[in-house]
């Protein structure tokens, strides 16, 4: 017996607001790997991501009364993920990974290049770059990024996420691109 259509997001919300622990269950399986990735871009860390992702989810199941609905879910759970990633910063954090080579461990969210290991590991070192260069950016030039060119997500939902006007995102992205350009370039060695 084939199951039947899934629920949607509007519908589990409700369902979870009325009492229906599953149905939250359901929400937070449903989107928690994309929060995660988002949070993990924003923080660089894995733990500090695992960390303020569970708290995100927290933080949502307890607030779940005063969504009302006026946005997608998942634009209000990426809106409470990047305001716990800033209060997690502020509060220090953990401390960073550190191998005995006195670099901070990367962690590869994205699946990497499966044809050869010499692709893997250049999919991989690019990875860590683009990574290297998002921590180097203000907090809101890196919310912006993650969001439009990482998570692929519309203009209105980014300027919902970041309770900002749509024109404002169009322009914090357009100097976030630049700035992330440069700074790639800068430790990459790689013309513009």
Known sequence: MAP????SDRDLVFRAQSGDADAFSILVTRHQDRIFNAVFRFCGNHEDACDVTQRAFINAHRKLAEFKGDSAFSTWMY???????VSFRREGGRQRAVSIHGKEEDYVVEP???HNPT???????HQKQVQRGLLMLEEQDRRIIILKDLED???D??????DIPKGTVRSRL????LELRDKLKSFMGTPA
């Open 4 to 7: 039947g259509p899934q629920p």
């Open 79 to 85: 809106r409470i993920a990047f305001n716990q990633s």
């Open 112 to 114: 990497a290049v499966e």
């Open 119 to 125: 692709e893997r590991m250049e999919a991989q070192e």
């Open 153 to 155: 997500r519309s203009y």
């Open 157 to 162: 939902d980014i300027a919902s996420i970041l």
């Open 174 to 177: 357009h100097r976030a691109r």
